[in-house]
Every structure is written in C-alpha cells, then in structure tokens.
C-alpha cells in the first residue's frame, strides 16, 4: 500500500499510531516537515529535529 492511499500511519520508532487527518495537520502547522518521501514510508522531521519513520498501516 502507498502512503498516499492509506487513512492511518504508524510511527516505526514509537508504535504510535497516527490518522490522516492527524498527520496533514502535523505538516500544515509546522510540526513536522517532510524530509524523504518513498513508496512505503515518510521520514519526517519534527520541531525539535528527531526523525520519525511513517509507514501506511494496512487496513
């Protein structure tokens, strides 16, 4: 599944599990930025530097 199709995402460094309405709002307020973008995963960053792996959640 591409991430582009998927409606939730999980976090690979914490488990955490994230909706798609969560995560377009974590990019359109500045939380978290875009930093590489796959097929099968995001590697975001976030407002304090970390990286975080998203990788779709198959339904």
């Given at each position: 599944?591409?991430?582009?199709?998927?409606r939730?995402?999980?976090?690979?460094e914490?488990?955490?599990?994230?909706?798609g309405?969560?995560?377009?709002?974590?990019?359109?307020?500045?939380?978290?930025?875009?930093?590489?973008?796959?097929?099968?995963?995001?590697?975001?960053?976030?407002?304090?530097?970390?990286?975080?792996?998203?990788?779709?959640?198959?339904?």
């Amino acid at each position: 599944m591409s991430l582009d199709d998927a409606r939730e995402f999980r976090i690979e460094e914490t488990g955490e599990r994230v909706n798609g309405l969560e995560l377009e709002l974590h990019l359109f307020f500045g939380v978290w930025a875009v930093v590489e973008r796959h097929d099968d995963r995001w590697v975001v960053a976030t407002e304090g530097g970390e990286r975080r792996t998203l990788v779709a959640v198959s339904d």
